[in-house]
Nanobody, 125 residues
Framework: EVQLVESGGGLVQAGGSLTLSCAAS????????VGWFRQAPGMEREGVSV????????YYADSVKGRFAISSDNAKNTVYLQMTSLKPEDTAVYYC??????????????????WGQGTQVTVSS
């Protein structure tokens, strides 16, 4: 059974930091890229960042460049999203997702094969 389990969400003040984790199981981790998406109420799901498990290539949305960092521990089949300098507009449910193949369209949620249940991140002003 494929599982992606997010953890690490919570409430933080603006300017603060959080690190999200995504633990994967049930598929060959090294063959997939794992990304983070977020969805705020009334908004579309937005690609935040992605990392290729095979070569470590990373991509970021412009809105988080310089503030968020994605990393992968292949021995633990876990991907992390370190979020710093958080802003109220970062408030959303954060999902991790796995995709097999090209990352040319990594921001397109429909390309992803597996999804986690999400974890809430709330940034207060």
């Amino acid at each position: 059974e494929v599982q992606l389990v997010e953890s690490g969400g919570g409430l933080v003040q603006a300017g603060g930091s959080l690190t999200l984790s995504c633990a994967a199981s049930g598929f060959t981790f090294d063959d997939y890229a794992v990304g983070w998406f977020r969805q705020a109420p009334g908004m579309e799901r937005e690609g935040v960042s992605v990392i290729s498990s095979s070569d470590g290539n990373t991509y970021y949305a412009d809105s988080v460049k310089g503030r968020f960092a994605i990393s992968s521990d292949n021995a633990k089949n876990t991907v992390y999203l370190q979020m710093t300098s958080l802003k109220p507009e970062d408030t959303a449910v954060y999902y991790c997702a796995a995709v097999y193949g090209s990352l040319s369209y990594w921001t397109s949620a429909s390309n992803y094969d597996y999804w986690g249940q999400g974890t809430q991140v709330t940034v207060s002003s």
